[in-house]
């Protein structure tokens, strides 16, 4: 329905979300094990940083009802399959890099889905003194669940052009829940090298640039240097799609104005832009964009999972409660009640209908300290205790150590000489028995290196000593390496954590086993000591492969199998 002045009232949806969310809302669907895999291997946030987001809130008033954003979508691809079909593609404009760079400038922008704050971005424009050239800096957090399993997944990412808008080089870091996968890239002679980084793993490629490909900012820039501003105008722009890092088409065109709530529920008066980014392999992702007159983006939706945003302040883009950096979390029903005390913890393990429709497996394995029984094919009864007993009816871990558990991997280099400088200069001479040995390099862990729990990644162990840091996964690593220099055979275990609170939750953790006196210990270097009976073991790891992430899937992919409730402690 139109107003008296011809425009369009937009629906009311909570503000906007950057080119390219529904392909990662897409991933984040059921997926089996070897999705889960290319998960990894290929980043979610194909085009996080095309345009810079904004926050919104639940605008709760009525809005009068405009034509649903599916058929602005839908007309947009009949228009390019149309031409496809025509062989008239090349009849929109394919705009290169040329404007030149107006001023530093600077963006923050709030993504919701389901009327919940669910993340931001931060997208940095400054022109770097003495070189001639624009430096962008783009950081950015997003919370999404898949099924149960909450992830956070991160982008940090550098890019360095000339004033002109022409990619010189660029690196990123991209963190889906506990695994990193980094890129860097440079222009050289008309060609992009990019080069991915997972562990010990470098995957060079080549891409093929000529004077009219375009950076990772390109959308935002285009829109910004020339504003579209009339009914049916179209634009083409070839660009490197950040969170992919490979050449990509983006196609816009405008659809007219359109009276859309902003954060405060009023209408403003936008220009409408629908919008396609095309990579060269993958699915062609959809989005609905809305500018003011200066080509700013004001609010993006992204129909395939309603994720949205708007553009706001640095205060309201990242002051929500979930903004926690937990990188993978389950919730929990029940609480463990004086946590400090229970040496034995129940829990209940049931499988999702999702996992059961989908036929995904329930494999609650027996460890260390871990006792198992199954009840039937969806339900699972898990004792965790610190106590020696037979947990009658429980299956109980059969775990032997083996050559692999005193060996060097590329992640536990336990013979780099600067583990033997760590554990000279933390413990000393001291003569200890196996046992002590443990639990004294399970102390200095703790006592001597700063938690960097929110950090990107996870380094080796000679590098997590070497800056005297880690974030738990990593202090982990750095206590098995310790350990089996010492000869102690040691494993890390991965698993979920009891975390207490209003609303308790089962957090991603890791933590390790050492085995003295012919048994398996629990040692938390985060915690300093015997890790405490609030934990489940999902699996254990030498991180042999080189590559973490491939360790992590599994994990992840029982978290989002599994709801889980407290049973008892003791």
């Known amino acids: 329905m139109s107003s008296p002045t011809g425009i369009r009232k937009a629906s009311n949806v909570h503000g906007y979300y950057p ?51 599916k058929g ?14 025509d062989g008239d593609l090349n009849a929109v404009t394919l705009e290169p890099p040329g404007a030149e760079f107006e001023g530093d400038w600077e963006t923050w922008d709030a993504y ?25 800096e783009l950081e950015s957090r997003l919370y999404l669940n898949q099924g149960p399993l909450r992830l956070l997944q991160q982008i940090s990412q550098r890019s360095l052009e000339s004033r002109d808008g022409r990619l010189r080089e660029f690196e990123a870091t991209v963190r889906v829940g506990p695994a990193t996968t980094r890129y860097s ?26 004077s009219t490909c375009r950076g990772l900012v390109a959308l935002e820039q285009s829109l910004r240097q020339r504003p579209m501003q009339e009914k049916g105008e179209e634009r083409m722009l070839k660009m490197l799609l950040p969170g992919r890092y490979e050449l990509a088409t983006a196609q816009m065109r405008c659809v007219g104005r359109a009276a859309v709530p902003l954060l405060d529920g009023e209408l403003k008066e936008l220009l409408e832009i629908n919008c396609q980014i095309q990579a060269e392999a993958g699915p062609v992702t959809y989005s609905t964009i809305w500018t003011d007159d200066r080509g700013e983006i004001v609010r993006t939706h992204s129909p395939a999972l309603q ?27 029940g609480k463990v009640k004086d946590l400090n005390r229970a040496t034995r913890v129940g829990y209940k393990v049931e499988r999702t209908t999702a996992a059961a429709k989908a036929k995904i497996g329930l494999e609650i394995q027996p460890f260390p300290g871990q006792f198992v029984r199954r009840v039937d094919d969806n339900v ?58 443990a639990l004294e390099l399970t102390r200095a862990v703790r006592q001597n290196l700063v938690d960097s729990a929110g950090s990107d990644g996870i ?5 997590v000593a070497s800056n005297w840091a880690g974030n738990p996964t990593e202090l982990a690593i750095l206590l098995t390496a310790s350990l089996r220099a010492k000869q102690i055979p040691a494993r890390l275990a991965l698993g979920l954590k009891y975390s207490p609170g209003q609303s308790p939750r089962l957090v991603y953790h890791a933590w390790t086993l050492a085995y003295v006196d012919d048994q398996w210990i629990p040692l938390d270097p985060s915690e300093g000591g015997i890790a405490a009976a609030d934990r489940l073991i999902l699996s254990t790891t030498d991180l042999s492969s080189g590559n973490a992430a491939q360790d992590l899937v599994p994990l992840l992919e029982t978290m989002r199998a599994i709801k889980v409730e407290v049973a008892g402690k003791s």
């Open 112 to 136: 919701f889905v389901n009327q919940q704050h669910v993340g931001y971005s931060h997208l940095l424009a400054k022109q770097s003194e003495g070189e001639g050239m624009v430096r962008y």
């Open 19 to 69: 080119i390219g969310i529904s392909t990662l809302c897409s991933r984040l669907k059921w997926l089996g094990v070897r999705r889960v895999v290319q998960l990894f291997q290929i980043p979610l946030c194909r085009s996080l940083v095309c345009l810079a987001i904004g926050l919104v809130v639940a605008v709760g008033c009525d809005l009068p009802a405009r034509p649903p954003l």
């Open 185 to 210: 890239g440079s222009v050289v002679d008309r060609v992009l090298s990019v080069t991915t980084i997972r562990g010990n793993a470098r995957s060079p490629r080549k891409i093929g640039w000529d």
């Open 307 to 333: 994720l949205i945003a708007y553009r706001t302040d640095e205060k309201r883009a990242t002051n929500f409660p979930a903004n926690d950096r937990i990188a993978a979390s389950l919730p929990l029903t």
């Open 72 to 85: 602005d979508v839908d007309e947009l691809k009949d228009s390019i399959q149309k031409k496809e079909r």
């Open 459 to 463: 380094q080796k162990a000679s590098v």
């Open 380 to 437: 699972t009864h898990v004792l965790v205790s610190r106590r020696s007993e037979t947990a009658k009816g429980f299956l109980r871990s059969e775990l032997a150590p083996i050559d692999a558990d005193l060996t060097e991997t590329w992640y536990i280099d336990c013979a780099h000489g600067r583990i033997g400088r760590f554990i000279a200069q933390t413990i000393g001479s001291q003569q200890l028995n196996a046992r002590e040995l």
